[in-house]
């Protein structure tokens, strides 16, 4: 595809996309971290998302709060997408 003089690759920009957007992991409600853990020693926590496995596996490792989850249910693995009403 040729886009604003240069050509565009659309699978190869949507996996650049992915992997910046799996850099994406900063925590922005203060006391998260805190609440998971308090609540992962008293519940069963769960991920559940529509976003793709790897990206948000990665970014839920890199902001720390991935140890605090029993699983992660995505879209992805579980084949399903969220429905669009």
């Known amino acids: 595809m040729l886009r604003m003089g240069e050509i565009v690759v659309g699978?190869?920009?949507?996996?650049?996309?992915?992997?910046?957007?799996?850099?994406?992991n900063q925590l922005l409600m203060e006391g998260a971290m805190d609440v998971c853990h308090r609540l992962s020693k008293t519940h069963r926590m769960f991920v559940i998302?529509?976003?793709?496995?790897y990206t948000q596996i990665k970014r839920l490792k890199q902001s720390g709060l991935y140890k605090f989850f029993?699983?992660?249910f995505d879209s992805q693995s579980i084949g399903y997408q969220k429905l669009k009403e």
């Open 49 to 53: 998302t529509n976003g793709i496995t």
């Open 70 to 72: 029993e699983d992660i």
């Open 11 to 24: 699978l190869e920009w949507e996996g650049l996309y992915r992997e910046l957007l799996g850099d994406g």
